[in-house]
């Protein structure tokens, strides 16, 4: 598909080129030919004026002004120009032009052919990243959807399906629905944070008030692990937009939650320097090994799945959530880990946003 578009890209610009390039070829031949017209008359005017010279002197003019040519001068016969040279030499201008017009076309199709790879290709890795993003989440969808499939088909089957059975069953296929609903409400997340949308609105929020409305929504499962999460920051307003940035303060506490084993403490600080608030989550959980660093902020990456999977659920698209909410601010993130040690993310927020334009 992109080689034909690429193909069908060159065409077009090969055209554009041409048909430029042949008005001006035109317009090159039309100005040489007249100023060639122009160039010989005046030479036949010359002429003319050396047989008058000749004939006031009572001479024979040289015999090159007036040897082959049927304009009538006086008692000698003057040349116009020479038609022969003329269309030897308008043929030799055509002949020019064309080979000028065929080494533009050659040398435009090679960098048309070029450029319409380059300017595609932004396009295919993004089909390309579209299409593995569909793949994966397929796949994601198809796990607890082939889970509930299964359990509904065996009660179907059953004879002796009784109330509390029928109740288990509802009941695991609940869990299956809450999970496909987290994955749902994620995907719908990733989409919205990742639009190009100017018109968010950004506003001055605290980061107590942040802190507050997010570590609301995960203290259940910091309670329900013993874990506590310490604060280390003074009044500090930035200007963000709330909800996303709640969103972001979630996603980092429940993942030092969620990847901490029980009774660990989560310490959260945040600083200002020059015109920036940095914020630290460190938490003593599991850690990320080195080598996964770099891909824990791609779509569905878990690392290491033996360890993170079987300790907590998630789908890997919480930190590419985050990173789209900090690219939205214009901010900056950092991730130093220690395998069983612990992790600190450390985030980088402007305190004024750029309003961007797109
Ligand atoms: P999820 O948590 O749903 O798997 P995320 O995108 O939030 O997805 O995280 C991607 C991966 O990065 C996780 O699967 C986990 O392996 C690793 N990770 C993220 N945060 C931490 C953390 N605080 N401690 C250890 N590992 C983490």
């Not at 120009?81 to 032009?97: G, M, P, T, Y």
């Not at 880990?337 to 993310?345: I, L, M, R």
Request: no cysteine; charged share 25%.
């Amino acid at each position: 598909m992109f080689r034909s578009a690429r193909i069908k890209l060159t065409a077009w610009y090969l055209l554009i080129i041409m048909v430029i390039s042949v008005f001006f070829s035109l317009l090159v031949y039309r100005g040489l030919i007249s100023e060639l017209q122009r160039g010989l008359r005046v030479q036949v005017m010359r002429n003319m004026s050396h047989i008058e010279r000749s004939e006031r002197a009572g001479e024979v003019p040289p015999h090159e002004f007036f040897q082959r040519s049927p304009i009538q001068r006086g008692l000698w016969v003057v040349p116009p120009f020479d038609s022969q040279v003329f269309e030897d030499a308008k043929r030799r201008i055509a002949l020019h032009l064309v080979y000028v017009n065929l080494g533009i076309l050659g040398i435009s199709g090679l960098a048309g052919y070029f450029l319409a790879g380059r300017t595609l290709r932004p396009i295919e890795m993004m089909l390309d990243e579209q299409r593995r993003f569909v793949a994966d989440a397929s796949h994601e969808l198809r796990t607890p959807l082939t889970a509930m499939k299964t359990e509904i088909e065996v009660g179907l089957r059953d004879k002796n399906l009784n109330a509390e059975l029928a109740k288990e069953l509802l009941q695991s296929n609940l869990e299956e629905v809450d999970e496909l609903k987290l994955l749902s409400d994620d995907l719908l997340s990733l989409s919205t944070y990742q639009k190009e949308n100017n018109n968010r609105e950004f506003e001055n929020v605290t980061l107590e008030e942040v802190f507050d409305e997010a570590y609301g929504t995960v203290r259940a499962l910091a309670q329900e692990k013993h874990i506590e999460v310490h604060r280390e920051f003074g009044d500090i307003t930035l200007e963000a937009n709330r909800q996303s940035l709640i969103k972001l303060f979630v996603i980092f506490l429940e993942n030092a939650i969620k990847y901490s084993p029980e009774g660990r403490t989560v310490n959260l600080t945040a600083a200002l320097k020059k015109n920036r608030v940095v914020i630290t989550i460190q938490d003593q959980g599991i850690g990320i090994r080195a080598s996964e660093i770099p891909y824990i902020f791609n779509r569905f990456y878990r690392a290491d799945a033996s360890r993170s999977k079987n300790q907590a659920p998630g789908y890997g698209l919480g930190l590419s959530i985050a990173k789209s909410i900090i690219d939205i601010h214009d901010g900056k993130v950092d991730v130093a880990s220690e395998p069983d040690k612990g992790t600190t993310f450390t985030l980088a927020l402007p305190l004024k946003h750029q309003k961007k334009f797109y």
